[in-house]
Nanobody
Framework: QVQLVESGGGLVQPGGSLRLSCAAS????????MGWYRQAPGKQRELVAA???????NYADSVKGRFTISRDNAKSTVYLQMNSLKPEDTAVYYC?????????WGQGTQVTVSS
């Protein structure tokens, strides 16, 4: 059974930083492209970053240069380092496959950027 557990969210001031983690179990983690998604209130869920099994990363234009995705295959964990946070980054953040058929979603982790 696939399980994705996100953590690391919180309340941060504009310009601040957070590091999100997502621990995966029940899958051959190292073989999958993994992604971070976010869903703001009243908006559709969007993919903001993805990383291939080999470590190549891609980003949505809205986060490029501010967010960095990484992975530790030995720990079956994917990370999202978020710097220079803006109020518009406020959302629930989820991890899942970056391409292909999506796994069941985890509970997500709330990120709130506000002064």
């Amino acid at each position: 059974q696939v399980q994705l557990v996100e953590s690391g969210g919180g309340l941060v001031q504009p310009g601040g930083s957070l590091r999100l983690s997502c621990a995966a179990s029940g899958i051959s983690f190292s073989t999958y492209t993994m992604g971070w998604y976010r869903q703001a209130p009243g908006k559709q869920r969007e993919l903001v970053a993805a990383i291939t099994s080999g470590g190549s990363a891609n980003y949505a234009d809205s986060v490029k240069g501010r967010f960095t995705i990484s992975r530790d295959n030995a720990k079956s964990t994917v990370y999202l380092q978020m710097n220079s946070l803006k109020p518009e980054d406020t959302a629930v953040y989820y991890c899942n496959r970056g391409v292909g058929r999506i796994f069941a979603w985890g509970q997500g982790t709330q990120v709130t950027v506000s002064s």
